[in-house]
Each structure stands twice: as C-alpha cells, then as structure tokens.
C-alpha cells in the first residue's frame, strides 16, 4: 500500500479553510460564521497533524491538542455571547447587529 | 563689623518692605503701610550709617571690603556668586541712595495721599531701593546687572503708575524699551568681560589689567569695545544722546518717582558704572573720548531744548539729561572723582527741585504749566525758599553744592589731562543755559503777577510731610559741596581725597600729572570766584531777570524774531519724530506686513491649521471603514490575514 503523499492533505485542508473564509466572509447568521470559525481551525489541525506525520515528529500534534483546547473555550465563550445577544436583539442577523460604529 | 559681616542686611530690609506692602498691604490702613514703607528705607539706611562707621575702621588693604554669601551660578568655568563689595565709591552711592529714598518716602506721604494703590506705591519705591542698592552693593558685573535691570522695572511699574492713563503706559513703556537697546549693548560688554577675562568679578579683573605681563595684556581694541559695550548700557540708563527720548517722557510718572528715580538714583547708575569700571576706561582713550563726546553733546543739546520748554517737569527732566551729561563729560575727561562728586550734589539738588516742583503742582492742584503760574512766591514761601536754593545750585552760584562739582568738571575739561577745549565750549554754554532755564523757570512760577484763576485755584503750602524733606535737601544743597571747598584755595579736595583709592589703586602707571603752577592762596579763590563758569552762570540768571521781570514781551519779540530755531526747540528738535519715521514706522510696516500678515498668519498659522486639517479630512475618510457591519470588520481581518501571509512569503523567499 502506497502512502498517501503530503501534498493531498495539504490541499484537502486549503479547501476547507478555503470554504471557511468563504462562509465567514459571505454568511449573516452568527451560528454559521462561528461553524466557519471551527472549520477553518480544523483545517488548520488537519494541515499541523500532516506535517507531523511527514516530518515523524510531535510538535505538531501537540499543536493540534492546544487548538482543540482552545477552539473548545472559543466555542463556549462564544456561544455564550451568541445566546446573550439573541435574547437582546432578538435576531441572529449580523446586518443589524450593527451599533457598534462611529 | 556687623554690619559688614552681614551687609545682606542693607538690601533686605527694602526688599521685605515690598513684599509686606505688596502682598498684604491692600487691606492695611495707611499709618500701616508708612510704617512699613518708611520704616525698611528707614532701616536700611541707620543699617548703611552703621555699615559707614564699621568702614571708617578698616585699614587700607581690606578695601575693597567683599562678603561673598553664596555661589549663584557654576557653569564650566564661569562662576557668579552672590557677593556684595563696600569701598569709597560703593560708600557714596550708599548714602545718596539711602537718604534720598529716605526723603522722597516721607515726602510721597504727603504728595500720594489721596491715591489710590497707595500700598502698591509704596512698594514699587521699596522694590526699587532693594534692587538700585544691588546695583550698588554688588561684587560682581552679573550681580550689577540684576540690581541694573530690577530698577529699569520698576522704573516702568512707576512712571506707568496711574495705568488708567494712556500716556502714562505708553511712557512707561517707552522707558523700558529704550533703556533695553542700552541694556542689550550692556549684556553684550558683560559677555565679552567674561571672555576676556574668564571672571566677573570687579576685583579679578582689576587685578588682572594690573599684573597682567606685556605678551598677556589684553588689546586695547578688546578693552575698547568692552568700555564702548558697556558705556552703550549707561547711554540708555543714564538718558544720553541719542537714547534720552524716554526720561522726559517718563515725566508722567508721579513727581517722587521723578525726584527718586529720575533724578537723584537709578539714572546716575550708568555715571556709576563707568566709574565702577574706572579701570577699564582709563586704558581705552578712545572710549574715554567718546564718554565725553556724548556727555559734553548732552549736556549742550538737552540745555538748549529746556530753554523754551513751559511744562515745569519737562524743564527738570531736560535739565537731568544735561547735568547727567556733565558727569559722563568729567568721567570721559579722567576726572572719575569730579563726576562722582557730581552725582552726589546733583541727587541732593535736582532730587530737591523735582521734591518742590511737586510740592507747586501740589499747590496749583495738578496744574503743570508754567504760563499758569505765577506770583506763587507769598503763597508757598518754604516751597520758593527749597527751590531757590536748589536753582542757586544747579546754575552754579559759588558757595552752593552744584558750584564745586560742576567747577571741577569745567575745569577737568579745560585743564585736566585728558582735557579738550572743544568740550569745554560745549560744557560751558550748557552752564550759562542751565542757568537761564532755571532762573526762567523760578521768575515764571514764583515771580510775577499770578495768571491762575485765584478763585477756582486754591493755592496752598504743602504739608509738614512735604516741606521737611524739601528743607533737609535744600540744606543738603548748600552744604553739600563744602567738602571740596578747601580745594579753592589751594587746601585738598577732600571728596577727591576719599575717592581716591578707587581710581587709583587698578589705574595705569601713567606720567606724573606736571605739577600745578603755584598761585597765591588769594588768587586762586579769585580765580575760582571770577572763572568762566560762574560768570557764564550769573549771565544766564541776568538774560532770564531781563527776559522774565524786567521786560517780559522781550522773550515773544525774540521767539517771533528767530522762529525757525525757537519751533526746533520747541519740538525738542524733532528726535521723537525722527525716532518715529526712521525706527518705529518702518518696524511697524515690517511687523505688520512682513512678520503678522506673511509669517505669523501664512507660515505658522498655516502650518498649525495644515496639520489640523490633514487629521480631520484623513479621520473623515478612514472612519468610513468603522461601519458597525461584523461582515466588512470580517472582510478586513480576512484581508489583513492575507496580506500578512503574502509579506511573510515573500520575505521567506528573500531570505533563502
């Protein structure tokens, strides 16, 4: 069985980050935005541990268990202010979700 | 040896008067701030009669007698301290000072009492006596010019006294502008001091010219410069060509100041400071020469100008300019002593005829205006005696104190060796002017019909507050001179004597002076009696009897007769015109067009509104991008990303 060159993965993860920004960028719901946040980390976690099998080393798996960790207080934190601005705006709309101007 | 041990004392005392006048005395009732006033002058000056005892004890070798009390300023090798010096001279000045502040505080008393600010007046008087005795006390030139610049202030806090008054402000200012193109000259000499001889003290310096080896004497064309520099200062302190235009000006100010500031102190200063640098002159001819040009100028020229004048203080203002002339001509002749003697009888005289020019205006309610006057002699008798004399004194009458000193300077200048006929010429038509404008000024005010309205002008003596300090002058006037009287007929002149270490002591070894041709003791006081001076002084006193008693349309005839000299007079020559054309409008066309409408307005506003205006249009542009849309902010981080992975690439590729 042949390995699966690196190269594969590397462009498999800038697809994804790809569409990540794309759906960030693009989308009014918050819920999405934030799903493109965690998708644009995973590809990001698919690119470290890819590397790290390449190269045989650990850093990038340790790298990948950080992101986790910290994507899932992100996801937390986050949801938490996504439920706290609903119940004030009653919309998960960014376009009016729009105060915070000059 | 108290006092000299703690000479601070002397300049304190003022200085604290002014600042309990000054900063309290708006709720004191008058008796207080008299007290306080009159008590620190007072003070000050039992503090100088002790200082003058303690130096009578000194023997030859710790004069001059030098307290140094702290280093001011340490900068490499320049170094001030703050050092106060007695000798002879400093000894003099002391006492003229300190008495005549002393009068003219009891006399304003009387004079300002119905004022307003009269705390404030009174504290102005005692600021400036603290900084004309630094002025006088001081070690050293850096020191000097503190006590010099504090006077010229409040010089202009007094003569701009009553700030309600637009000519009062404006003279106010025009004396410290002007005094500040001398004092500019003055700052420059003090510098060029320092260069030369890396100190500032008087005494270093001497010593220096003194011991100096030959290939180590500094050049005459350096000693020159710093004596014309400094000479520049005494120009605009002491009122000469072409700097007098502010002191009659300054005639706006109230008649004490006139009579203290004027008159008797701060305007001698400069006289006092060429004498104080005696050591410096006496090796620059050129300089000397050019200190008794202008005195010998002023004199003649300020004479000539108070002779039709019919304002009483401008006639006195006129009259100080000349006689302040007189001194710088016997300091410019060598006759360092002479002018100094000068100074002194003059404070006594001119300090007393300002007192009672104040004292007739005081009388005439305000009125300053001779062709007013008139027949005031029964009216006011102490104030006509005072002043009497005090003319007596300036025009030179022998036996009174402006005979001996003016004397001696006319005689320096004839006969002295640095003498130049020329300048005497010039000195003695001053004297015979001298004397017509005084006597003119005592037969228009006192003689005569009265040509006030008797009815509406209530003329009455002034107070014992006034008239006590006008006698002690007027006896100061007469006997003030006798010191050198004993010189008329052969015996020393003791002022001279007493000065003498002073000029003598750092002067250059110089030839012998010839020894005097032998005269009978008789007929020198013949001689001295019957010399040009006082027959050219009793001329001028006949011409003003013959022009104002005798036949008074003569002086209209004469006026209408040669009306083109008389209009030049009147106007004072038009130097205040001139002045007015030549300086100050020009400046004024370039400080409005050049400096306010091109550089303030064009260059520095725009610069300032330019930077302004690139913030608020470029604030206005990026604060677009604020537009509270997370979508856009989401587009620029993305944006953001992208351009820093792009850099960071392309910067990888550079580096391998």
Known sequence: ?102 | MFILNHLWIIIALPLLGAAINGLLGKNFSKPIVNSVGIGSVALSFLAVAEAVREFAQLSADQIPWIKTYFTWITAGQFKVDFSLQVDQLTVVMLFVVTFVSLLVHIYSTGYMAHEEGYYRFFSYLNLFVFFMLTLVLAANVVLMFVGWEGVGLCSYLLVGFWFLKPSAISAGKKAFITTRIGDFGFTVGILLLFWTFKSVDFVTIFKQLVSGSQDAAVPTGVLTTICLLLFTGAVGKSAQLPLYVWLPDAMEGPTPVSALIHAATMVTAGVYMVARMNPLFSRAPVAMFVVALIGALTAFFAATIGLVQTDIKKVLAYSTVSQLGYMFLGLGVGAYASGVFHLMTHAFFKGLLFLSAGSVIHAMSGDQEMPHMGGLRNKIPITFWCMFIATFAIAGIPGFAGFFSKDEILEAALSGPLANPFLWILGLLGAGFTSFYMFRLIFLTFFGEPRYDEHKVHVHESPYNMTVPLILLAILSTVGGWVAAPHLIGGPDYFEKFLHPVFATYAPAAAEAAPEALESTGMMLFHALTGWPVLIALAGLLVAWWFYIKSPETPKKLANSLRAPYTLLLHKYYVDELYNAAIIQPLLWISTNVFWHVVDEGVIDGTVNGVARVARESGSELREIQSGNARSYATWVVIGAVGVTVLMIGLWGMVR
């Open chain 1, 1 to 102: 069985m042949s390995i699966v060159p690196i190269s594969y993965y590397l462009v498999l993860s800038a697809i994804l980050f790809g569409l990540g920004i794309v759906a960030f960028v693009v989308k009014r719901n918050i819920i999405t935005i934030f799903m493109a946040i965690e998708l644009m980390l995973n590809a990001v976690n698919l690119a470290f541990v890819a590397f790290a099998r390449a190269h045989n080393q650990l850093d990038g798996l340790v790298f990948v268990f950080f992101v986790i960790v910290v994507a899932a207080a992100e996801s937390a934190v986050g949801l938490a202010i996504i439920i706290t601005v609903y119940q004030n705006r009653q919309t998960l709309n960014l376009e009016r979700i729009n105060l915070l101007k000059f």
